[in-house]
């Protein structure tokens, strides 16, 4: 139980135009939601945490306009980055988690965005 | 500041030694800590949770003890094996909020 998928898992896309990065709770309904960003050998670092219906709370330093994030349902989110530069290549992670699982995080695979 | 660091960065072993990888933490009001092994390029695979109220947890050759109050986690890893390579990440979570160490990167040579 509690898997947590990415789509896709790599993605390449040119400078100035948008990616959207799925993540799905696929056997449980997953209140939270949780996007990192992993630079190479570096820790995580939380980017934001979105609540089904609501607005995503950002960390400070990321921009929202930027990295849009939507809960729409209960087993799914999305990040979409927009305008992506060079800069925003990095490793994106999320996970979720639930009432059920006493709010313990599940992570999904990763998704690899690299920006030419 | 709620930061988590840990020690060593990078560690290489012979196939069959024990090793203890180190976490310690600056914030010591804690909800939990969990160890996580990430294979590269890869996400991350809960190994250990340990609860602010317990002093340790163990799942097979894994042993991950906590000292809230000094702000200390050890993973001890038991005759260790090539498929244990990986890097190893300590996070503390605050409320619902994980902060994450930047690992330790573990190689263990057959």
């Known amino acids: 139980g509690a898997v947590v998928s990415q789509h896709p898992s790599r993605v390449i896309c040119k400078s100035g135009t948008s990616v959207k990065i799925e993540c799905r709770s696929l056997d449980f309904q997953a209140t939270t939601m949780f996007w990192y960003r992993q630079f190479p050998k570096q820790s995580l670092m939380l980017m934001a945490t979105?609540?089904?219906?609501?607005?995503?709370?950002?960390e400070q330093g990321v921009e929202k306009d930027k990295f849009l994030i939507n809960h729409a349902s209960l087993t799914l989110s999305t990040l979409t980055v927009t305008s992506a530069h060079p800069e925003d290549s990095s490793f994106y992670i999320c996970?979720?988690?639930?009432?059920?699982?006493?709010?313990?995080?599940?992570f999904g695979p990763g998704t690899r965005l690299t920006v030419t | 500041k709620q930061e988590v660091t840990q020690i060593p960065a990078a560690l290489s072993v012979p196939e069959g030694e024990n090793l203890v990888l180190n976490c310690s933490f600056t914030d010591s009001a804690i909800y939990n800590l969990q160890w996580f092994r990430q294979d590269p390029g890869k996400g991350l695979t809960s190994l250990l949770l340990?609860?602010?109220?317990?002093r340790e947890q163990t799942s097979g050759r894994l042993n991950a003890s906590l000292d809230k109050s000094s702000g200390r986690s050890t993973l001890y890893i038991a005759a260790s094996q090539p498929g244990d390579s990986a890097t190893y990440l300590c996070a503390v979570e605050y409320g619902n909020k994980l902060v994450f160490g930047a690992g330790t990167i573990l190689r263990v040579k057959s």
């Open positions: 979105s609540n089904e219906g609501s607005k995503a709370t950002y």
């Open positions: 340990i609860q602010s109220s317990q």
């Open positions: 996970s979720a988690s639930s009432l059920a699982g006493a709010y313990e995080q599940y």
